[in-house]
């Protein structure tokens, strides 16, 4: 099922990724591999290879809001910025949230949604 809207939730560990329209909603999480290296830099790896399972989970899918900490926000955003620029341009809008519930993203994604389509001049397909 392809669906026009997702909300991401993400931070250093996981990610929570709902796509949805006015009746269906289809939820995926992904979740950070550990690499238990010496080298140096090898968390930032890690990061990077997570962030880019994230940006691979988004392709296809038409406007994107992403939530979580302004943290882990700002280094998805420069990640995706510098390495996805094809993904970063399907991304709407960053919210700042704390752990809401799978039902208070969707819910908040919405009405996002609806006031982003009005503004931008697009039908909302949902």
Do not use: P, W
């Given at each position: 099922m392809s669906l026009f809207h997702a909300v991401v939730w993400v931070d250093h560990q996981k990610a929570q990724i709902l796509q949805f329209d006015a009746e269906h909603v289809q939820a995926q999480?992904?979740?950070?591999?550990?690499?238990?290296?010496?080298?140096?830099?090898?968390?930032?790896?890690?990061?990077?290879?997570?962030?880019?399972?994230?940006?691979?989970?988004?392709a296809g899918?038409?406007?994107?809001?992403?939530?979580?900490?302004?943290?882990?926000?700002?280094?998805?955003?420069?990640?995706?910025?510098?390495?996805?620029p094809a993904t970063a341009k399907q991304i709407v809008g960053y919210e700042t949230v704390d752990h809401p519930s799978d039902a208070q993203l969707v819910a908040l994604?919405?009405?996002?949604?609806?006031?982003?389509?009005?503004?931008?001049?697009?039908p909302t397909p949902m």
């Open positions: 999480k992904i979740k950070a591999h550990t690499h238990h290296t010496a080298q140096h830099g090898s968390g930032v790896r890690t990061s990077h290879e997570f962030f880019g399972e994230v940006c691979d989970a988004l899918i038409t406007e994107v809001l992403v939530t979580g900490s302004r943290t882990n926000l700002a280094d998805f955003k420069h990640y995706a910025d510098k390495h996805r994604a919405r009405k996002y949604f609806l006031k982003y389509d009005r503004m931008a001049g697009t």
